[in-house]
DNA sequence: GTCTATACATCGATAGAC
DNA sequence: GTCTATCGATGTATAGAC
């Protein structure tokens, strides 16, 4: 009887299926786009047939939706995991330089989330609510979590730690979309230390 | 003889038409973003046929190429006009409080605008040469007309202009994305006085 | 559950009349 | 220059076999 079964690790089964349609569909919603992507290409790159995609998902819009909440949720395990890196205990400015220093340069690195930053913005007007599923899992915990480092910093003296919050992040997403996403880097160069000791120093120095 | 010369205003000739067909692109791109946008919409919208659009502007890509670089060059007036609007001479926190309520009331109101920011963001990675348009055209006016404006004010004490004019832009463009076009506005509330408070205050006293 | 095959609409682009 | 009519390719989605 040997032989009768037939081992076959070469193709996912069931539950494995979706998340190979997840991955094929995140490598095409990513290159191309929401509009431009085809569900003919999601199943080529996930190695199943467009009919499977459309048992697990629905519709492409479902499908859509799906991947990006999920993107969305991934990326928030790694924001979280951020609260209790550099060591919390020390000199403030030193403290949001070097959080400063890793937040460009995960940005300038990560293409992945590039991409993911412009389909959510390009598709906002169109799909309102993964733009706040975006907003909900990163951008508020982020906000989140500064504002609580700044209040427990009452030597700061700032009058607003919410809105300077609003200063640190602006201030550094911003050059990111400028010099990565928009392709500023070549026509208004400016080096990022240039601008993380600016921003500190802003900051920790306001004193009334 | 009366009657045998038809007067016909009511379609656009030559000349005219290209104007049309730029109009029924903006509204058709600016809703739908590219891929999502037929020649066919294009057309219908423009009242044209879908031969004329081709023999105006080659392609797809050519029209949508155009139609930005005009969008772009559109807002560049706006932005130098707003050079000289208010009092220069006076007091540079308040003429920054100005500013900075100027450009959020008008990144609230445009929807036009907003639609432009997200289709150039959303189409940088497939369209840099649009997005580098973007650049040159609004950004970077921007940013050198206010580090003109912090060098002709050496009693602000700023050790470096230009990093912080990046500061003041991107932390009102960031704040205007969020609350705006990310739809954050309920999610992550924030009253723009609060905002443009802290940040003139911060650029304001921050003495050594 | 997963496949192949296909229905039906719409796409970008062009030919040819006027 | 502008139109109507149309081509071939490709899109989303589904039917039916296994």
Chains 1, 2 share one sequence.
Do not use: C
């Not at 009887?1 to 690790?9: A, K, Q």
């Not at 299926?17 to 095409?28: D, R, V």
């Not at 500064?146 to 009452?154: I, N």
Request: net charge negative.
């Amino acid at each position: 009887m040997i032989g009768t079964e037939t081992i076959n690790l070469e193709r996912p089964k069931s539950k494995e299926k979706a998340e190979a349609i997840l991955e094929g569909a995140m490598q095409e919603f990513l290159a191309h786009g929401y509009a431009a992507t085809s569900m003919d290409r999601v199943a080529k790159a996930a190695g199943v047939s467009k009919a499977t995609v459309y048992s697990h998902f629905g519709d492409k819009e479902g499908l859509f939706n799906t991947l990006i909440k999920v993107l969305a949720e991934d990326k928030f395990k790694t924001v979280m995991a951020l609260q209790e890196s550099p060591s919390l205990e020390q000199d403030p400015q030193l403290f949001l330089q070097q959080l400063a220093n890793q937040l460009i340069e995960n940005g300038r690195s990560d293409r992945t989330f590039q991409n993911f930053i412009r389909i959510i913005i390009g598709e906002s007007g169109r799909f309102p609510e993964l733009a706040k599923a975006y907003v909900n899992n990163l951008a508020k915990p982020g906000i989140e979590i500064l504002t609580k480092y700044f209040k427990s910093h009452p030597e700061l003296n700032l009058p607003d730690e919410e809105a300077t919050v609003r200063v640190f992040l602006g201030t550094l997403i911003y050059y990111i979309m400028l010099q990565e996403l928009l392709h500023g880097k070549d026509v208004v160069p400016l080096e990022s230390d240039r601008l993380i000791n600016t921003l500190t120093h802003l900051i920790t120095v306001a004193k009334d």
